[in-house]
Each structure stands twice: as C-alpha cells, then as structure tokens.
C-alpha cells in the first residue's frame, strides 16, 4: 500500500535534476510531463502500487515537485499557445513578401507568385478547420476530404515555388553563358 502522503513525499524527494522527470511508479502523467498525485479524497484516502503502477480510482492532480514549475503560466501548453503564434508569424512573413516584392526582377514571377499563394492556403485553411470543428467535432486534420482540399492548395503553392525557382535558375545559368560567350567573342577579335 501506498498512501497518498507517501505519494507526494516521494515526489518533493526528488533531487533537482529530477524535475523533468515524470513519477516512475505512476502511469498517471499529464501532457506536460509533470508527475501526477491521486487527490485525497475522503471516503479512500490511500491508493496501491501494483506491478509498479500506482492505483486510483479518484482524480489525480499534479504534484507539486518544485515550487516554481507552474510560475510563468499554470495552463500553459502547446494546445493553448498555438495560436498566438501562428497569428504573430504573419507579420513576418508579410514582411519577408514586402522585400522580396521590392527585389524586382531578381525573383522569377512565378517564385513570387507562390509565395503569394501561401496566403490563399491559410486564409482557406482556417475556415476549413473552423468547419471541420463546427459540423464534424474534431480537427482539420481528421476530416479527410476538407485535409486533402486545404492540402492541394498547399500543394499548389510549392508547384509554383519550384518550377518558378527551376526557370530562374535556368535564366541565370543562359544569361551566365551569353556573357561568357559574349567575353569570349571580344577577347578573340583582333585589334
């Protein structure tokens, strides 16, 4: 038997460098990595340990190794700063097109056009996943026809990236050759 209290000595036990380190005996992590107690609760206040997995038939909440470990933000997690993240990197982006726009006709055209196009993907992209959530209850990802739709739009983009790249690096290479052949012509003139 092993009691709750035991469970979260254990834990406040823990060295340091242990505080990545999820709870051995528990199979009850959470999605961040932190150990996870059973919560006392009146009726059954202890719990057992069998074949090295701790057993509860209550909640459990996470325990408590560090003082620090929830400082910054208690609910922070890659679900909840997705998209704050994903809104901030279009500035960027909008930036990088600015430039590449100013370039003028170091960049093939149809290169600029697909990373204009981009833009297309994610303004359809959302809507679907909006979509998705609304009408099917789960994530873009799991409602194969809006995925495969929202993907062809993606697909379209690096279609235009390479083919616009392939036909400057072709330009570039022609125009590479026309001067050599162009300094090859002058220096074979007599004078």
Known sequence: MLSTTSCQAFATSLPR????????ASRHVS????AQCPSPSPSNSSTTLTGGVLHR???????????????????????SIAPSLFAAS???YLAFLYYLTKTGEEVPRLTLFGFYFLLVFV???IPAGIYAKVHYGTSLANVDWLHGTAESLLTITNLCLVLGLRKGIREAKEKKKAEAAALNTEASEPK
């Open 57 to 79: 038939a209550s909640y459990v909440q996470p325990c408590r190794v560090f003082p620090f470990d929830q400082a910054w933000e208690p609910n922070l997690d890659a679900a």
């Open 90 to 92: 279009l500035f960027p």
């Open 123 to 125: 303004g359809a992209t």
């Open 17 to 24: 460098e242990a505080s990545a380190i999820p709870f051995a």
């Open 31 to 34: 999605r961040v990595g932190r």
